[in-house]
């Protein structure tokens, strides 16, 4: 079955530890999304990629970065995570941006950080 | 500024019908998407509507009306799984998503 992908589902790390997030999509979506969630909130888009183009969002700290090595894959890299960072990190992807195409998304990744 | 508005928490029994009321406000607008999410998984596509009325999938319809910025979630014959936060998501003229945190539906036997 097509889907997204997001691996691992449960991440714990160090205060101040790089970590990287994984997602994959056999969609071929153009468009994949990554978005922050903390409990009882809203997500909270942290940037996306349309095609290898990225966009990052206003208040995205720069803490947070992104890769995109091909269509089916991006990752997302905490450079330094504090414990306000830990959250559910949700990837998606659509078929195109600028449109009003559905976001389907992953089973998320619970990052804990201790 | 763009929000939204849905009460935080609803209640309803298992086998009766429930509706989700969502009142918006976004800059220009390309439809409203509502998405299910159960505690601790991600969102999951349930419908979308750009235009107004009432739009029927299985037990679960969506309504538009897009002169009074307001939509609602209509659940039928509730089940015990349908328990999840029901995410109303409007887009706005930048196809951007704008995302609350939901109203948690509770169903009791």
């Known amino acids: 079955d097509a889907m997204v992908i997001q691996n691992p589902r449960y991440q714990v790390t160090q205060f101040g530890k790089p970590v990287t997030l994984s997602c994959s999509q056999t969609l071929n979506h153009n468009v994949m999304y990554w978005y922050q969630q903390k409990s009882s909130q809203a997500p909270k888009l942290l940037f996306h990629y349309y095609d290898k183009d990225f966009n990052n969002e206003a208040d995205t700290p720069d803490n947070f970065q992104s890769r995109r090595p091909n269509t089916s894959f991006c990752f997302l890299d905490i450079r330094s995570p504090g414990l306000g960072d830990a959250a559910m990190y949700l990837c998606?992807?659509?078929?195109?941006?600028?449109?009003?195409?559905?976001?389907?998304f992953g089973p998320g990744t619970r990052l804990t950080v201790l | 500024g763009q929000n939204i508005d849905q009460p935080t928490e609803m209640t309803a029994t298992e086998g009766a019908i429930v509706q989700i009321n969502c009142t918006y406000q976004t800059s220009g607008f390309n439809g409203l998407f509502w998405y299910q999410q159960h505690a601790g998984e991600a969102p999951t596509f349930l419908s979308y509507?750009?235009l107004d009325g009432l739009e029927e999938k299985g037990r679960f319809s969506s309504f538009l009306s897009r002169s009074k910025g307001y939509s609602y979630l209509l659940l039928k014959e509730l089940q015990m799984k349908d328990s999840a936060s029901y995410l109303c998501?409007?887009?706005?003229?930048?196809?951007?998503?704008?995302w609350g945190a939901g109203t948690k539906l509770i169903i009791k036997p």
């Open positions: 998501v409007p887009m706005d003229s930048n196809y951007q998503l704008i």
């Open positions: 998606a992807t659509s078929r195109t941006s600028g449109g009003t195409d559905t976001q389907y």
């Open positions: 509507n750009v």
